[in-house]
Every structure is written in structure tokens, then in C-alpha cells.
Nanobody
Framework: QVQLVESGGGLVQTGGSLRLSCVAS????????MGWYRQAPGKQRELVAL???????NYADSVKGRFTISRDNAKNTVYLQMNSLKPEDTAVYYC??????????WGQGTQVTVSS
């Protein structure tokens, strides 16, 4: 089964940028929808961005215009470029499939902390 490893998080100031990467241990070519999720302390995990294999993207209103999701099927990697970061973006970020067929095993995530 495909395993996911997220990286690229860190501590940044408000207005800063980070680029997250999610590398899959197997091919993601057949995984139609991939997404980035985040979970802040005391809150439920939420989907913030998704990308279809053909390139269609969609974003949560809270990140629209600031975050950009992309994927490189040849490298089995999904990216999340995060600009104009805000303190409310602080969370652990995960990638996984999007859809009703069930999730892949969750990775360890990558911590993003935005200081005010």
C-alpha cells in the first residue's frame, strides 16, 4: 500500500511562505484526487486544497488566493505552496487522497507554525 511522507514545515512569521512536499512510496498516477489537509490543536482535520490528476484544483475559502497545490506524477509528489501565511494557518499538515473510497494510511504530517 502507498505510504505518504510529508515535509517542508517550519516556523515562519506572519506573511511568510513555505513549500510543503508529500512523497508517496508508490505511484500516485492512478490516485485521481489528492489533497492537503490540516489539523490545528483542538480542531478537526480539514481539507484545504485538492488536485485532480488532470490538474483541476480547488481550495478552502480560508486559503484561496494564498495557497497553491500541484502534483508531479513522475516524482510521486504533491506540493503545497503557502504564501501570505497567517497565525490561523498554524497546524499539522497532511496529504492524502480525497474521495469516498477511503484514505491511505496517514503520514506523520509536517508542523507549520506561523508567529504573529
Amino acid at each position: 500500500q502507498v505510504q505518504l511522507v510529508e515535509s517542508g514545515g517550519g516556523l515562519v512569521q506572519t506573511g511568510g511562505s513555505l513549500r510543503l512536499s508529500c512523497v508517496a512510496s508508490g505511484s500516485i498516477f492512478s490516485l485521481n484526487y489528492m489533497g492537503w489537509y490540516r489539523q490545528a490543536p483542538g480542531k478537526q482535520r480539514e481539507l484545504v486544497a485538492l488536485i485532480r490528476s488532470g490538474g483541476y484544483t480547488n481550495y478552502a475559502d480560508s486559503v484561496k488566493g494564498r495557497f497553491t497545490i500541484s502534483r508531479d506524477n513522475a516524482k510521486n509528489t504533491v506540493y503545497l505552496q503557502m504564501n501570505s501565511l497567517k497565525p490561523e494557518d498554524t497546524a499539522v499538515y497532511y496529504c492524502n487522497v480525497v474521495g469516498s473510497s477511503g484514505y491511505l494510511p496517514w503520514g506523520q504530517g509536517t508542523q507549520v507554525t506561523v508567529s504573529s
